[in-house]
């Protein structure tokens, strides 16, 4: 009787533990690199400067730090230490009013606001003179229906991340439609689909990845449009969870100058850092409130230096970690 049990309690131990060793080699990826070290934060709650209702978005210049107040309707501009500058928040009532800044481009001399509100991409440069505004409100080509995040390549030419549209549109500078990823008003989970797309970014070759919101996972095309290659989880597939390499929803995702990319990890309260095949390199945050802390990551941008800032939804801040050989 002993020897039977013996056996069964065996089998169900091999039968549980061998699937967890291969998902763990297969899909759960060890570090590459050390995790970069927090170096500072600023912001509080409120409606002042320095403070935020809901930081959304990101973007740096050379020398500056351009973040998305998104329930102040604003997008507050700051030195990369956190010393106030300006506001942009437009005049109200007019196309240059900002609705709810989502994610964030910087282009040249010109910032390119995901105004989800208002169904656009507005345009200001950088000292917030506004420029123009592209797009409307719909499910036609050139319409968008709540944008989260815009990207800017080399000619122009505009990428923008359609969240309840679920594709992903490729406009030209003015505006005029050329083609989209996705199939619209459809979620889905195979190569191309899209669940939700939150943001976009260009790397140095023209190929652009998207932020996979709810699939939890990065999507690869190449400069003509062509699949490349996603990752996030087993498969990319939709499958979540708290491990390396794995996300629990997408809000951004920026390319470094290295061309690394690094990807805001929003219930895991982390930025996961990859190479640009996607293979998991390093990750850093946890969830909290003291340094180095996130209570949900909603967006995250690298400067010229390599210095990461990202914003914290929850603390109502913004955060930023450096390269460990920076501490040295």
């Given at each position: 009787?002993?020897?039977?049990?013996?056996?069964?309690?065996?089998?169900?131990?091999?039968?549980?533990?061998?699937?967890?060793?291969?998902?763990?080699?297969?899909?759960?990826?060890?570090?590459?690199?050390?995790?970069?070290?927090?170096?500072?934060?600023?912001?509080?709650?409120?409606?002042?400067?320095?403070?935020?209702?809901?930081?959304?978005?990101?973007?740096?210049?050379?020398?500056?730090?351009?973040?998305?107040?998104?329930?102040?309707?604003?997008?507050?501009?700051?030195?990369?230490?956190?010393?106030?500058?300006?506001?942009?928040?437009?005049?109200?009532?007019?196309?240059?009013?900002?609705?709810?800044?989502?994610n964030l481009s910087i282009h040249r001399?010109?910032?390119?606001?995901?105004?989800?509100?208002?169904?656009?991409?507005?345009?200001?440069?950088?000292?917030?003179?506004?420029?123009?505004?592209?797009?409307?409100?719909?499910?036609?080509?050139?319409?968008?229906?709540?944008?989260?995040?815009?990207?800017?390549?080399?000619?122009?030419?505009?990428?923008?991340?359609?969240?309840?549209?679920?594709?992903?549109?490729?406009?030209?500078?003015?505006?005029?439609?050329?083609?989209?990823?996705?199939?619209?008003?459809?979620?889905?989970?195979?190569?191309?689909?899209?669940?939700?797309?939150?943001?976009?970014?260009?790397?140095?070759?023209?190929?652009?990845?998207?932020?996979?919101?709810?699939?939890?996972?990065?999507?690869?095309?190449?400069?003509?449009?062509?699949?490349?290659?996603?990752?996030?989880?087993?498969?990319?597939?939709?499958?979540?969870?708290?491990?390396?390499?794995?996300?629990?929803?997408?809000?951004?995702?920026?390319?470094?100058?290295?061309?690394?990319?690094?990807?805001?990890?929003?219930?895991?309260?982390?930025?996961?850092?990859?190479?640009?095949?996607?293979?998991?390199?390093?990750?850093?945050?946890?969830?909290?409130?003291?340094?180095?802390?996130?209570?949900?990551?909603?967006?995250?941008?690298?400067?010229?230096?390599?210095?990461?800032?990202?914003?914290?939804?929850?603390?109502?801040?913004?955060?930023?970690?450096?390269?460990?050989?920076?501490?040295?």
């Amino acid at each position: 009787m002993r020897q039977w049990l013996k056996r069964i309690v065996i089998g169900i131990g091999l039968s549980l533990g061998l699937p967890t060793i291969a998902v763990w080699v297969l899909w759960i990826p060890s570090a590459q690199e050390p995790a970069y070290v927090f170096a500072g934060a600023w912001g509080e709650t409120g409606t002042g400067p320095r403070q935020f209702r809901d930081p959304t978005g990101i973007a740096v210049s050379a020398d500056e730090v351009f973040v998305s107040d998104a329930r102040n309707a604003r997008i507050q501009v700051f030195d990369y230490r956190g010393r106030f500058l300006r506001q942009i928040d437009g005049e109200a009532n007019t196309e240059a009013e900002l609705g709810r800044p989502m994610n964030l481009s910087i282009h040249r001399d010109e910032l390119y606001v995901a105004d989800y509100w208002n169904d656009r991409v507005q345009i200001y440069g950088l000292d917030g003179t506004y420029r123009r505004s592209i797009g409307r409100s719909g499910t036609q080509p050139g319409a968008f229906d709540s944008p989260g995040g815009v990207a800017v390549n080399a000619n122009g030419d505009l990428f923008v991340a359609d969240f309840y549209n679920q594709r992903v549109q490729h406009l030209r500078a003015d505006g005029q439609y050329i083609e989209h990823w996705g199939t619209s008003r459809a979620v889905g989970v195979r190569a191309g689909e899209f669940n939700y797309p939150t943001d976009v970014a260009i790397d140095a070759e023209g190929q652009l990845l998207v932020a996979d919101g709810y699939n939890d996972r990065i999507q690869m095309f190449d400069a003509s449009g062509s699949f490349l290659r996603k990752w996030g989880g087993p498969f990319g597939m939709n499958i979540f969870g708290p491990f390396r390499g794995w996300f629990a929803t997408v809000t951004s995702v920026a390319v470094g100058p290295q061309g690394n990319v690094f990807v805001a990890d929003f219930y895991n309260d982390r930025v996961q850092k990859f190479d640009r095949e996607g293979r998991f390199l390093t990750s850093f945050g946890e969830s909290g409130t003291g340094d180095g802390q996130f209570s949900y990551i909603t967006a995250v941008a690298v400067a010229p230096d390599g210095t990461v800032f990202a914003s914290d939804l929850g603390n109502n801040r913004v955060l930023y970690f450096v390269p460990p050989e920076q501490t040295h």
